[in-house]
């Protein structure tokens, strides 16, 4: 107890006036006060906004490494990359050739008729229809009507399938008749691309739609 009322003794009558003779005690508790509340003062003004900035610098150090990893494979990896597209390129040329273009459509209509004809097929109906435009490429089809022995029809089927240029039989319905020969109904399909002018208006329409939806 004599130990603790003589610490109590050094505080008993000090004032901020005489800092300076202030036993040493108060001193460095006081010192030590000014310490913490600066402290104190300099994390919540200060430090703590720089330690903020430093996790965001973290993070974003992490995003960082990981897409430099990912570009770093892509890199390693560019050679088969451009292959993969090159590829990619082939088998659309390929494609586009077997897409007639505007003025080669009559000349594939007339393709489909001759195939028909080939086989000793009679026809009893051969009507193009409206022409309907996707995003890249105009879709024709043909109502078709045959009638002939049951060979001469799938052989004309395997002829269609065959021709250079897409052509695919949809709604396929066969009916026998009284002379015992076949009548196949179904719609023939062609596609062609757009020349340059069609492109032009179809990009110019969509670019029209997207206007109007803002």
């Known amino acids: 107890m004599a130990n603790i009322s003589d610490i109590t003794a050094k505080f008993r009558g000090l004032t901020l006036e005489n800092v300076g ?19 104190g003062v300099g994390y919540l003004g200060v430090w703590r906004g720089q330690m903020e900035e430093l996790d965001n610098l973290r993070q974003t150090e992490v995003t960082l490494k990981e897409q430099y990893r990912v570009k770093l494979q892509q890199s390693i990896n560019l050679e088969e990359l451009r292959r993969q597209k090159e590829q990619v390129n082939q088998f ?29 097929l009679q026809f009893e109906l051969f009507r193009p229809g409206q022409v309907t435009l996707r995003d890249y490429y105009a879709e024709l089809p043909i109502s078709v009507k045959v009638s002939g022995r049951y060979h001469d029809l799938g052989a004309f089927a395997s002829d269609i399938a065959n021709l250079p240029r897409i052509v695919t039989l949809n709604n396929l319905s066969i009916q026998s008749t009284k002379d015992l020969t076949l009548t196949l ?13 069609e492109m032009n208006a179809q990009r110019a329409a969509r670019a029209a739609a997207k206007a109007g939806k803002k």
């Not at 003779?21 to 030590?32: A, D, E, H, K, Y």
């Not at 023939?188 to 757009?194: L, N, S, V």
């Open 92 to 120: 659309v040329l390929t494609l586009e050739k077997q897409l007639p273009s505007k003025a080669e459509m009559d000349a594939l209509l007339s393709d489909i008729n001759q195939a028909g004809i080939g086989r000793g």
């Open 185 to 197: 109904d179904a719609t023939a399909k062609t596609f062609r691309y757009f020349d340059e002018d």
């Open 21 to 39: 003779s202030w036993p040493i005690l108060p001193r460095m508790t006081l010192w030590g006060a000014v310490v913490v509340i600066c402290a």
